[in-house]
């Protein structure tokens, strides 16, 4: 108990040393000052002078990032509806047109040999053709509205078939509908099937190409065979 009141002591003794010893310094420092205030008046107003310019500096720095911010938000916006403007189109075309125009997508990134089947009863090949490297490309088009979702049942019969029936590498389910349902996306992600919902064929109408979107939604990354020649 007494060992604890003597550090208490101590510390109030110290804490009243470093006060009176910065008072001191303080007072020199004033006096030191109005001594030699024509040499150190240009100095303070110096110091003054760059405090404010680096106060403005942040604040102009602070203002374009936010400037900077709100562009990329308002461009973001502005191509979401832009997206949305093109799927406008997409959604008035009737399922023939759509699987059509899918097809028109693949050749323009580099697909060949691409083929429409355009009937129905073709166990969900509506589209084949050959990725740049040769991988067989097998896609499956549903023209859903665009609020609905793509169930299970759905991906259970293109996985059942993608593969087995029509042997593809690349196997890309695409639909106008919103989203696929939770059991839909596990499935294809375990089946390793390419699941391009309304968002993502969106960016595709855009211009973004197949290779860029096979790994977004589903690992899509077949079997890495190449077809022969």
């Not at 108990?1 to 009176?20: D, G, N, V, Y």
């Not at 916006?77 to 023939?96: I, T």
């Not at 073709?122 to 609905?148: F, S, T």
Request: aromatic share 6%; net charge positive.
């Amino acid at each position: 108990m007494a060992a604890r009141q003597w550090h208490r002591r101590l510390k109030k003794r110290t804490r009243r040393q470093l006060q009176s010893w910065g008072a001191l310094a303080a007072s020199l420092t004033a006096v030191a000052v109005a001594a030699n205030w024509s040499t150190v008046w240009p100095i303070l107003v110096a110091l003054l002078a760059a405090a404010a310019v680096g106060g403005t500096g942040w604040a102009l720095l602070r203002a374009h990032r936010h400037a900077v911010g709100q562009d990329r938000l308002w461009r973001a916006q502005e191509e979401a509806r832009a997206r949305e403007l093109s799927m406008a189109e997409v959604d008035a075309l009737s399922w023939q047109e759509f699987e059509t125009y899918i097809a028109e997508l693949c050749r323009r990134d580099g697909s060949t040999r691409v083929v429409v089947s355009g009937k129905s009863g073709d166990l969900g090949a509506d589209v084949v053709g050959y990725l740049a490297d040769g991988r067989k490309l097998v896609v499956q088009c549903k023209k859903y509205a665009p609020h609905r979702s793509v169930s299970s049942q759905d991906m259970q019969k293109f996985v059942g078939t993608a593969r087995l029936e029509h042997g593809a590498d690349v196997a890309v389910f695409v639909t106008t509908g919103r989203a696929f349902t939770k059991a839909a996306l596990a499935l294809a992600l375990r089946q390793d099937i390419v699941a391009l919902h309304r968002d993502l064929l969106g960016a595709w109408v855009k211009g973004a190409h197949l290779d860029t979107l096979i790994p977004l939604n589903g690992r899509g990354g077949g079997t890495g065979r190449r077809a022969a020649s």
